[in-house]
C-alpha cells in the first residue's frame, strides 16, 4: 500500500436485530446511507477512528469495537462518488460494534442529514453509499 492511501474506519453497530446507519449530508453521495465512519487521523488506529466517527455522526451514541469484519482498499472514486477523484486510493476497515451509553440523535447533527436505527431487512432496501454494504448486514 503506498503512503497517498488515505485510511478510513467504520463502524457497523448492531442492538436487538437492528443497526445504525447515517444519511449522507454532503457530496454526490447526499441523501444515500451509510455505516457511520470516514478518515482516520494520523494519531489514531482505525479502531479509535471509528470510535470517534461514530460518536461524531450520531450525535453523540459510544460504542464499544469488536471484531473487524472487513479490510478493503477502494479507488478514491468510489469512496466518494465523484468520477473526477481518481488516482488514491481508499483503504476501508470495518468494525463489528454495539452501543454502550449515549443515544442517537439527529437533532446534535453537523454535516450528516439524519442518523437512524434500522432492521437488517429495512437496511437492505435503502440508497446505500456503497451497494455492497448490504452483504455486511
Partial sequence: MS???IKSAFALIENEGKIVLIQEGSGLGYG????????MDK???P???AFRETVEETGGLTIEIGDEILAKTITNEEYTGRPEETGRMI???????????GKIDP??????LDVKWFTKDEAKKLPLRWPWLKDLF
Fill in 32 to 39: 444515500l446511507w451509510c455505516l457511520p465512519g470516514g478518515h
Fill in 91 to 101: 483503504e476501508l476497515r470495518i468494525f463489528k460494534a454495539r452501543p454502550i451509553s
Fill in 107 to 112: 437533532a446534535r447533527l453537523t454535516e450528516e
Fill in 43 to 45: 494519531d489514531e488506529n
Fill in 3 to 5: 503512503d497517498d492511501t
Fill in 47 to 49: 479502531a479509535q477512528a
